[in-house]
């Protein structure tokens, strides 16, 4: 235990704790060190009161000490600034040292220190100054730098190369601390890159390159100088800092990479220090992009660094290993063909076990693929992934793969099949990988834009569909199953047996809600491709089968938790089952001599061949982008104005009869929906969404769908021009409301011509819309709709509708509105 009162006496402090005692105190005390650390605390207070500076030093040691075993000792900061003023050199060491550690720029006592420091920096003792400057540069402030620069910069004069090395080393901290002080000490740091002293010299262009570093073309008058040094220094640290220099300074200058090629090339010759090669290889693929243009003859430039960077990446150090590859990476951008020799080099290391270096292989991999070698590296990546250890690194191949085969539009792609059973085998190696949406859109975007490999892809996905395992797949993967059923319900005609794809879709399966929808969706598209095949044979019992089966089938996603599989299974079986109605009466018709040759009734045919047109017609890709590109139209419609001139009166009333035998109205075709969405102006996309809901595909829309390859799903985007929008009603048959469906279709573009991108902009401007289109109707004082809450209305109610509904262009509210819910006040009213 430390003396309760320590005299000057020497023999009387011979038994006080040192620095060496309380450390092996410490470990002794393993069991309950903060216990000894709290006495030992309290021992130092009771030295720090003495009047001997040297028990103080030895105080000061001993709290630096437990300051780096994370303790606080700010409650000594008047006791290190009187330690910091002591005229002994080990004393002011000892608490230049633990200023170092306790005081930082905020620090309030720093005040306290500016005349000490400057006193310290004027002493004629060297050590005195050089451990005041070293000390400083820990936790100099805005203030000390404007107080002390003068002195600073006085001593990057002084006679001692000791001296002018830190105080220009610490010019930079008072630049950054005070960035007036640049301006008049650039003269001097500029005279120390030609100081005599190599130390200085080092010094100086460390200086200047970190500084360079915010703004290289403040430092381009310089190159002159750093060139003369890069040439006869042989400080291969320097010659770093220089290099990397030049690699910023020649984008600014282009001459003057011409004049680095020469010294870099024969240092990349030269140099045995892997550090300096690195820099060198790539301060030269800098200077050759720069100046590609006005040096084409640098092929031998670029093959010298290939076969160095083969050098490293062939070494058994990881760090060396990696920088090769990141090297290679960038003059893989400017001249693949002198890297893809090195493809065999590149492929092994995918198994090396650093992960680190197997996605930097990846990444090169992508650049290097070409028409010839896709499906063999391919195939050496799929060999690999089987192989492969960590569910992070198997997504990575796995998404490397999709990325090297689909980069530049399938540029490399030359037979579509092969990358078909790609995404099919990844999906089979991938059960629990997070891509699932991207290899949905991959088997959409195929499907859609290779019309050869259709047949292909309908009978890969009915396989798919098929064999999928649900327990075993993680939730992304489930999009595969949303684009294959997509895929075989709109490219039904390509199958070669549509039941059995049929069946597949309504077997029983727990799967999201939103793939459910779309099976269902794609449940009708097959049913009307069988009913209509039904029809061509005059195949009565055979229809009538196929709807008894579909109907007790889709039950089972009547019953679906989610509302909107539901409504979608409900629409669907309201539809078949008013076709099954029609068919019942078969026999009836036949004594009444109203039937056709086959025994089935007009009506069943026109619902059939009516469902047929739902699905008629080819789905042209969009870019996602597209619709920017497309010319607003002159004089674009708004208010109550009609997309087409309304039909003559008597076709109207012709047409009322036939449709007062029928209970339901089905979407106009899709030829007449592009009729009408190309008279406004517009380009159309032959589609119709997948994910309309419910009784909303039994509605007519002059519109169109855009369906964008960025997408597994067709996408609508909401005009914000006014743009004329047809609204048609229709009521199934066992419903006992009227039911209207909207949906709002192609790209909102402001009066300005200009694409908007804020969404609380597009909800303000509908909100506004909607309100006028309100107004609009309320003027226009069309005739009322009655709503009925009875079963089906009466036969004058009838005609009056279905006179409205006949055409197109005679229902249509045309109203501007993006909201379901202000279309319905709208429409109410």
């Known amino acids: 235990m430390a003396l309760k009162k320590v005299k000057g ?30 006495t030992c605390i309290e021992e130092i207070k009771q030295e720090l009161r003495q009047d001997n500076i040297s028990v103080k030093c030895n105080a000061v040691a001993k709290l630096t000490y437990i300051q780096m075993l994370g303790y606080d000792i700010s409650w000594a900061g008047f006791n290190i600034i009187e330690v910091m003023s002591s005229s002994r050199f080990t004393c002011k060491r000892i608490g230049y040292l633990a200023a170092s550690q306790c005081f930082h720029p905020d620090s309030e006592l720093l005040m306290l220190t500016t005349n000490m420091i400057r006193k310290d920096l004027n002493s004629q003792n060297q050590y005195d100054a050089g451990v005041a400057l070293s000390g400083l540069s820990c936790f100099i402030s805005p203030d000390l730098s404007r107080d002390l620069a003068n002195d600073i910069m006085t001593l990057m004069s002084s006679t001692k190369p000791y001296l002018r090395m830190k105080a220009v080393l610490m010019m930079y901290k008072v630049f950054l601390r005070y960035p007036e002080a640049l301006r008049p000490a650039f003269p001097k740091l500029k005279e120390k890159l030609e100081d005599p002293d190599p130390g200085v010299q080092s010094a100086a262009v460390n200086v200047i390159c970190e500084l360079a570093r915010k703004n290289p073309k403040n430092y381009l008058p310089l190159a002159p100088i750093f060139f003369k040094l890069m040439t006869t220094s042989t400080n291969n640290w320097m010659l770093i800092k220089i290099i990397k220099l030049f690699g910023a300074l020649t984008p600014l200058e282009p001459r003057l990479g011409k004049k680095l090629i020469e010294p870099l090339t024969n240092l990349i010759h030269s140099t ?12 030269v693929i800098a200077v050759l992009i720069s100046i590609s243009s006005g040096m084409p003859n640098h092929s031998a430039s670029i093959q010298l660094c290939v076969q160095k960077l083969r ?63 896709l499906m063999e590296i391919v195939k050496r990546l799929l060999g690999h992934m089987e192989r492969a250890e960590g569910s992070a690194y198997r997504d990575e191949l796995l998404y490397k793969v999709i990325e090297i085969c689909a980069q530049s539009s399938y540029l490399y792609v030359t037979n579509f099949e092969w990358y078909l059973t790609v995404l099919v085998e990844l999906i089979q190696l991938e059960a629990g990988s997070r891509h699932g949406r991207l290899i949905a859109e991959q088997l959409l975007d195929v499907t859609i834009r290779v019309p050869v490999v259709r047949q292909f892809a309908v009978n890969e996905m009915t396989n798919l569909l098929d064999t999928f395992t649900v327990s075993a797949q993680s939730n992304s993967m489930y999009e595969v199953l949303y684009a294959a059923a997509w895929i075989v319900g709109e490219f039904a005609g390509e199958l070669e047996d549509a039941e059995k794809t049929l069946n597949i879709l309504l077997r029983p399966r727990l799967l999201p809600g939103h793939i459910q929808g779309v099976y269902v969706q794609n449940v009708i598209k097959l049913f009307a491709r069988l009913a209509t095949t039904c029809l061509e044979l005059q195949d009565l019992p055979g229809l009538v089968t196929l709807c008894d089966h579909v109907l007790d089938k889709l039950q ?19 539809l078949i089952e008013m076709l099954r109605n029609q068919l019942s009466t078969s026999t009836d018709a036949m004594a009444m001599d109203t039937t056709t040759e086959g025994g089935i009734p007009p009506l069943a045919i026109e619902i059939v061949q009516e469902m047929t047109l739902l699905f008629t017609g080819e789905l042209i890709p969009v870019a996602p982008k597209a619709q920017r590109k497309v010319p607003l139209p002159d004089g674009p419609r708004s208010g109550m104005s009609g997309i087409n001139a309304p039909p003559p009166e008597d076709a109207a009333s012709s047409s009322s009869s036939e449709h007062d035998r029928m209970s339901y109205l089905l979407v106009p075709r899709r ?18 969404p997948s994910n309309w809901s419910g ?3 039994l509605v007519s829309l002059s519109s169109r769908t855009i369906l964008t390859t960025s997408s597994p799903r067709p996408r609508r985007v909401v005009p914000r021009m006014r743009i004329s929008m047809t609204i048609l009603m229709t009521y199934p048959l066992r419903s006992c409301h009227w039911t209207w469906r909207a949906w709002p279709l192609c790209a909102w573009a402001s009066p300005s011509g200009r694409i908007s991108t804020s969404r609380n902009s597009r909800r303000r401007r509908a909100a506004r819309m909607a309100r006028r289109s309100i107004k609009r109707v309320k003027r226009a004082k069309r005739p009322r709709i009655k709503w009925r809450t009875t079963a089906a209305p009466n036969r004058k109610e009838l005609s009056t509708k279905q006179e409205l509904s006949s055409n197109p262009t005679t229902t249509a509210a045309n109203i501007i509105v993006d909201d379901k819910t202000a279309l319905q006040n709208a429409v109410n009213v």
């Open 272 to 283: 045995s220090a892997m550090s300096l090669l690195y820099e060198c290889i790539n301060t």
């Open 9 to 38: 006496n020497f023999f009387e402090r011979m038994f006080d704790k040192n620095l060496t005692d309380l450390v092996r105190g410490i470990r002794n005390n393993k069991d309950n060190e903060a216990k000894y650390i709290s």
């Open 556 to 574: 089972h996603f009547n019953g679906s938790s989610d509302i909107e599989v539901q409504e979608r299974a409900n629409s669907a079986c309201m």
């Open 311 to 373: 050098i490293l990446i062939e070494d058994s150090d990881q760090n060396l290993k990696y920088l090769g590859l990141l090297a290679m990476s960038k003059i893989l951008k400017t001249h693949p063909k002198s890297v893809q020799a090195h493809k065999d080099l590149i492929l092994a290391c995918l198994d090396d076990k650093d992960e680190s270096i197997r996605l930097r292989a990846l990444d090169l991999l992508y650049g290097m693929v070409s028409k010839k070698n």
């Open 695 to 697: 009784s909303e595909w």
């Open 671 to 688: 030829q007449e929906r592009q009729l009408m969405a190309a008279e406004s102006g517009d380009r159309v996309c032959s589609s119709r």
